[in-house]
């Protein structure tokens, strides 16, 4: 390496690499999936960058595409910068990567600003809100630093079983919230203080968060002594600007892995409503299910494992730059999109149901999961193996096996069903007819409804309610009921017969 | 001359109405009982065990064909006794204190009775001291405990520690699994071996008890 190397910082996936100051940063940057769509002539807006920490000069090209405005808060063009020292900078492109949320809800309007976070076991989304309006004014997206403490919940309750780890995970995930509160305070010139902020996230976030010992999640029953919501100030979190004074609060837990992300998406999908049959599914690590009907509510999560996080797939990945996330058979061959553009390093869950489902219609794959070939080749440099496959079959087993019964306990026939919400990262770039040709799903497509960031956007309407939603979240705690899956007796022969894919026609 | 093929491969297929007929014809036909279980039965479940690890079977057709197992096994056990068929050993098995997940734990437990132990199962949540009360009951060859999740497997170590006090560690082989445990957990837990299968972990029990 020579003396005259910087390192260069990538968020929000916090990429490092080395360059030669003064060399071109557009060089550098299309290896790691950074897409130029007017090939670097610094003619369109596609490849700004906005500096987080050191410095870019400015160009004339950022003078001709970025408004003043935009150039102070620190955006440029990555195509024509050239960095002399080292630099960390957010792609506006691997931004867009994490799911945040515009949905436009009906709101009684208040005064003043809200701040809404959704605190993931991977990413963290913060919005700035108009409180009169219900106009979101800014969004701030980051990866959960407690990250390298464990990517899954389960080793992060590991790892907290440590009480400095512990600390240092609940110090980290605050710091990281309170920067994204503060940038955003800085970024929009809005006037008016912030008054009030929701938090939500699910059980182990919320333990982590507020600094309750996390022992009663590592084990049966599963059962956290800590259920309630949490009043916080926004001074004694460390937030800046205008959301010093907001009075912040961390929503209830359901119970169990339930979260009160999952509080969230029953608010934003109307779920707690007295209304005909219909259910929803946040499908991560824990895939939690829930189902209504008439205003009884029932919520249940799988270990549906991580396969669909691309976790214990030979070659998978999250969804980001180099993960294939769409594969579709055009001329009886197999055409893999892949994030960014650029050679594929992986698959992520998306694309493994993809391609599983191209598989299964090419014949390729047995309705057993049988993969005779021994290899499903998706892209020159991406395959999927046998084991893939049976990671595949158990994770969208223990999910459809999970939906059967919550829908049996509830006494809900298919044809009743109104509609099914997917919420989440996964659940949205999901495709809803592949989710159906491997089984993972069995409801008509029109009656599945890809649901955003529900988790935030529920946790937005709460900033509306003039309570800030204690009510609404007492009466929905108090008309759900958690239903234990591994305990139900007919769970195994279920979940072994949603293992088999559906036959072929 | 009594036909064991057709029972083999009834379990194999898992069609337990198959198994069971063939079992009553092969009893009917003179086979002695015995050799419904170690030339069918056993072979049936192994070769279920080999395609699993290969990746050609499954979860599901491996419950099918212990399903189908087990009904033969009820028409012939009654015919067992006072024959000179003994059961490969004894095995005592459970999901650790904390741990639920069940589905892991009864794959081993139908490959060890696929391959003619006989089990004991204590199901899930097992207390340290249950494992050490089987113990003293059963007398067992093989303790096997499988977990699923990195913060219950670290009963596993307290299991073994309460079997240490009990003074019961040196008269039974101590095999774990689950989806996070390794072969270095193992070693350093000391337990007696580690497989990623339920069939390699009967494959193991069977080697731990010969060498006994």
Redesign the interface.
Known sequence: MSGGDIRITLQPFGTVFRMPAGHSLADHLIVHGVEFPCGGRGRCRGCRVRVLEGSLPETPADSAQLKPGERRAGWRLACQARPESDITIELRQWTALILADDTEFPFTPGEGLGIAVDVGTTTLVVQLLDLATARVMGTETALNPQARFGADVMSRIAAAADPASAGRMKEAVRKSVGDMVTKLCTRISASGRVVRATIVGNTAMHHLFLGFPLEPLASYPFMPKHLEGVDLAGSELGWGGQAKGASARFLPNLGGFVGSDILGVILATGLHRAGPPAGGADLGTNGEIIFSSGGAITVASTAAGPAFEGARISQGMRAAPGAIDRVVIEEGKMVAHVIGGMEASGICGSGLVDAVACGLEAGLIEPSGLLPAGKLPVREEVALTRQDIREVQLAKGAIAAGIVILMREMGIAEADLAAFHLAGAFGNSLDIGNSRRIGLLSFPADKVKPAGNAALLGAKMTLFMPDGGRKACEDIISRVRHVSLETSPDFQDLFAEMMAFPERG | MADLETLKKAVEAGKRKDAEAAANAALAAGAAPGDLVSKALIPAMASVGEKFQ????????M?VAAKAMKAAMEIIRPKLVGTSYQPLGKVIIGTV???????GK?LVKMMMEGAGFEVVDLG??VEPDKFVEAVKQHSPNVVAMSA?????ML?MPETIKALKSAGLRDKVKVIIGG?PITDSFSKEIGADGYKPDAFSAATLAKELVGKK
């Open positions: 290969k990746g050609e079977a499954f979860v599901p057709e419950l204190r904390g741990d639920l997940h069940d589905i009864n899930v949540n699923l999740l990195t913060t219950t009963s989806a």
